[in-house]
């Protein structure tokens, strides 16, 4: 039998498709089975595989993402973009197997839910698109004393440059930046151009520059609207909390 | 008088409005057509936050002004009550909406108005201010507007190539419960608006497709609200009621609002009302179901079954009432067959109906696919097998499992020993009052 090769690649979109390249010279040299993808440091090195690292190559991932646009329709690049963003572990080797299915099956593999990888990967875009289509309701933006809007995010799934795309368009004609916290990573888009995102940004949890003078008064209008609009018949709070959980909250003007 | 007395004072008059949805439009950012500007909208709309109520808050919901020379018995803002008045300046309400949307505080503005001397006057107002808000301070973002009853069709027509959503509302189901509770509305002044508005919408549609430059005329259609429960229509009226709308005026949604008693009259429901929740529960639930499920409002209610079955949702209510129709089998059933499956919606449907292309379905695909097991196995087969041998159709059987465990609707069933066939004898009052 041939030993398990686990090949390592880069956590981003570009690391796992360049590791689709890569691993699908693997695969044919060692079988389907016999190899897994993974972009997650493993915890424990199991002593039957054999672990392999990989370097990124932009190149074999435009040419993977290239030949799935042309191929497929265009829903199965979608999910894959979205599953390489998620928080879900085991992301890469997923996607691998379901890159592989698509190619045996073409557009069918949309309507597959038998396939578990076709199921996981629907079940994963929904999450990423819930979690973005929240938070590009609920984010907020401060003004800042140079004129710039300036907000925070901590989510689960890497969704940055999807809120950057939504954002670029709505305030073409701001000055904006978004901060995700956790990830240490930070969008800037500079008036009618596009955005650009940097890793690796430490910026003490986002606390700095100096708002706008008049950026308390618009605060203050928004939590008085905010708290007059509800209906004190109604109120629910395990309704609010349902369609807004906690998590989100913590950067919200009208909740701190 | 502050900008922030104003803000608290007509968000407040308005929050009983309940169209916060900023749906149906779908604009790309001005930047793209080298205007300038600021703003887009998206097709399904966005929720920016939701308020204490659980509601989603999606617009500025204001009034212009709350100084309304109208008496109606239901309103808090009607001429004869003793409150703070207050009214915006067209520049207040654009400069609130921009630098709301701005901060990303909210999808676009929903405005309305108490009446201003009269309807004309009021629409102007209306109209001045969205026509600032669109040219001069050039967004491009959300709007909803009321068309208001009574105002000239010009000006409506002017309004409504500038808003995204336009709205009448019908404010009471029937036309006596109107002129009982509205003595200055009438159902005509109502209707007439509605009706241009429609046939605004559909002309555009005609313009967009042959001209070039056709300007849009509320893109995303129109809506209507009306109040329930201050008047004593049956819900097979208000059903009714609705279906006649969507098929009359294409409304996009009829939204309801339970009411909350706010003034005392003899013509009113008491102050110490509680607002019928549950009734407008159970009317979003019979909406969807003539929208999204293809049911007939005489399918869901009739003359001899007026109202809504407390106990059970109408579409469990249906299909108890026509078990002879089931099982249906999950692979071969049409689409509309499937979607009367209790447990069973349009996304999950859907999903059956592409996925049995390639496999025979089972109980644990179809679980994966989204269907709620729990209320759909006592109406379905896969594959010409039921999930359990040996089960019972007996509707007062399977009332009892779709009620559900630690449902006090559920022990008052058990404890009363309650069939299928009294369930209707009973109101949500009745029930919560024994439950606790
Ligand atoms: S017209 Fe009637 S419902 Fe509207 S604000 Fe005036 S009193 Fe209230």
């Known amino acids: ?256 | 008088m502050e900008i922030m007395d104003k803000l608290r004072i007509l968000a407040d008059a308005a929050k009983y409005d309940v169209a916060c949805t900023s749906s149906g439009s779908s604009r790309k950012g001005k930047v793209n057509n080298h205007t300038g500007g600021i703003g887009n909208t998206v097709s399904c709309g966005i929720c920016h936050t939701f308020s204490a109520d659980g509601r989603c808050v999606s617009l500025l919901k204001i009034l212009m002004t709350n100084n309304c020379v109208y008496d109606c018995k239901y309103c808090q803002n009607r001429k004869s009550n003793d409150i703070e008045r207050a009214q915006f300046e067209p520049e207040e309400i654009c400069r609130l909406t921009m630098e709301f949307y701005r901060r990303n505080y909210i999808e676009g503005l929903f405005l309305s108005s108490g009446i201003i001397d009269n309807p004309d006057r009021t629409m102007e107002l209306l109209y001045r201010t969205i026509f600032l808000l669109r040219n001069i301070y050039k967004f491009n973002g959300y709007i909803h507007v009321k068309g208001i009853p009574g105002a000239s069709e010009e000006l409506i027509q002017m309004t409504g190539f500038m808003a995204d959503r336009m709205s009448v509302n019908l404010e009471l189901p029937t036309a006596e419960g109107l002129k009982l509770l509205a003595p200055n509305k009438n159902r005509k002044n109502i209707v007439t608006p509605m009706k241009q508005i429609q046939t605004g919408i559909n002309q555009n549609r005609y313009d967009i497709k042959n001209y070039n430059n056709a300007q849009e005329f509320v893109p995303a259609g129109q809506s209507t609200q009306m109040i329930i429960g201050a008047t004593n229509e049956s819900d097979y009226q208000l059903v009714s009621v609705s279906e006649a709308l969507y098929k009359n005026f294409q409304m996009k949604r009829v939204f309801y609002s339970a009411y909350v008693p706010v003034n005392e009259d003899s013509s009113l429901p008491s102050l110490d009302t509680t607002p019928p929740m549950l009734r407008e529960h159970r009317l979003y639930q019979a909406d969807f179901m003539m929208r999204f499920y293809g049911f007939k409002a005489k399918e869901i209610l009739s003359e001899d079954n007026p109202n809504f079955n407390v106990f059970l949702d109408p579409k469990c209510d249906w299909a108890l009432k026509h078990l002879e129709r089931y099982p249906i089998e999950i692979n071969k059933a049409d689409y509309y067959s499937l979607l009367r499956i209790p447990g069973i919606g349009p996304v999950s449907a859907k999903r059956i109906v592409s996925a049995r292309k390639h496999n025979v379905l089972g109980f644990d695909d179809i679980r994966k696919m989204g269907v709620v097991l729990k209320r759909a196995v006592y109406f379905i087969t896969c594959n010409g097998k039921m999930m359990y041998y040996n089960m019972k159709m007996n509707e007062d059987y399977i009332t009892r499992q779709l009620l559900g465990n630690n449902n006090p609707r559920r022990t008052f069933v058990e404890e009363n020993n309650i069939s299928y066939r009294q369930l209707s004898l009973f109101d949500d009052e009745q029930v919560l009052q024994t439950g606790s």
Not at chain 1, 49 to 76: D, H, P, Q, R
Not at chain 1, 118 to 135: A, G, L, N, P, Q
């Open chain 1, 1 to 256: 039998m041939e030993q398990t090769k686990v090949l390592l690649c880069e956590n981003s979109f570009e690391g796992i498709m360049s590791g689709v390249y890569d691993g699908w010279i693997y695969r044919n040299r060692y079988g389907r089975e016999n190899v897994r993808l993974q972009c997650s440091r493993p915890d424990n090195y199991n002593l039957f595989y054999e672990y392999i690292n990989l370097n990124t190559s932009i190149e074999k991932a435009v040419k993977v993402s290239e030949s799935v646009k042309k191929k497929f329709n265009g829903k199965v690049f979608y999910n894959i973009y979205m599953t390489t963003v998620s928080e879900e572990d085991d992301k890469a080797d997923i996607l691998f197997r379901y890159i592989q299915y698509a190619y045996d099956m073409g557009d069918r593999i949309l309507e597959c839910m038998a396939i578990p990888e076709v199921m996981s990967v629907t079940k994963i875009c929904k999450r990423v698109w819930f979690e973005y289509d929240h938070f590009r309701g609920f984010i907020r933006f401060t003004e800042m004393n140079n004129n710039t809007l300036k907000a925070k995010i901590q989510p689960k799934n890497d969704i940055l440059e999807l809120l950057g795309e939504h954002f670029k368009d709505r305030l073409a004609n701001e000055n904006f930046l978004i901060e995700d916290i956790g990830r240490k990573k930070v969008l800037l888009h500079k008036k009618e151009c596009d955005f650009v995102i940097y890793n690796n940004i430490v910026t003490d949890n986002g606390n700095y520059g100096i708002m706008s003078d008049r950026e308390k008064t618009y605060e203050d209008l928004w939590r008085v609207f905010f708290d007059t609009i509800a209906i004190k018949e109604r109120n629910n709070n395990e309704l609010q909390r349902n369609n807004l959980p906690l998590r989100y909250r913590k950067y919200m003007t009208e909740f701190i």
